[in-house]
């Protein structure tokens, strides 16, 4: 589930930099200027951010499911 949220915020923040990159000047002076540095690089952290929580995401162990699957059955024939 969490990996489908990885991806949708990757790519929503790839369109959005497709569309805002044209539009900002990095080279203009005063305000727009840092606008568009601050807006790049919050972009650029965004997009790392989401990239190392997408590929460093701790595996799911099936080894676990096997142990929790036994103690129901433990726990099942308790009941009876």
């Known amino acids: ?3 489908n949220r990885y991806l949708l915020c990757l790519l929503a923040c ?3 930099l497709y569309y805002a ?4 000047s990095v080279t ?3 305000l727009a200027g840092i606008f568009s540095i601050s807006w790049l690089v919050l972009c650029l952290f ?3 951010g ?3 929580a997408l590929l460093y995401a701790p595996k ?3 080894s676990a499911n096997k142990t929790t699957s036994q103690k129901t059955r433990k726990k099942l ?3 009876n």
């Open 1 to 3: 589930m969490n990996k």
């Open 14 to 16: 790839g369109m959005m």
């Open 21 to 24: 990159l044209p539009k900002l």
């Open 28 to 30: 203009a002076e005063g």
């Open 46 to 48: 965004v997009i790392a």
């Open 50 to 52: 989401n990239l190392s």
């Open 60 to 62: 799911k162990a099936k």
């Open 77 to 79: 024939r308790q009941y």
